[in-house]
C-alpha cells in the first residue's frame, strides 16, 4: 500500500513512529531498523522527519496502522 500524507506528530520511541494525515484519514505508522527514509533521492535518518512534512509511505497496512517500508519526503521544508 502507499499513501500520501503529512507527518502530524513524530513519537520518541523506538523504533520510531509516526501519526500522519492523509485524505483517507489518520493512520499511526511504525517504523522498523529497516525502513528506508528518502529526502532529495538520497537516504536519511529517521531523526529527519517532522511534524508539517508531506511524505508518500509504503507499507504493510493492518486497520489505522502502517508498517512502514519506505518514507519518501516529498516536502523537505515545510513553511512555519
Not at 513519537?11 to 527514509?37: D, F, K
Not at 509511505?57 to 519506505?70: F, H, M, R, S, V
Request: proline share 5%.
Amino acid at each position: 500500500m502507499v499513501i500520501e500524507a503529512e507527518i502530524v506528530h513524530v513519537m520518541e520511541t523506538w523504533p520510531l513512529q509516526l501519526v500522519v494525515q492523509s485524505l483517507e484519514g489518520r493512520y499511526h505508522v511504525n517504523l522498523q531498523e529497516h525502513t528506508r527514509i528518502i529526502r532529495n533521492n538520497q537516504e536519511v535518518r529517521a531523526g529527519e522527519l517532522r511534524p508539517r512534512m508531506k511524505v508518500e509511505i509504503t507499507g504493510q497496512k493492518a486497520g489505522t496502522a502502517l508498517t512502514a517500508e519506505l518514507i519518501r519526503i516529498t516536502n523537505p521544508n515545510p513553511a512555519n
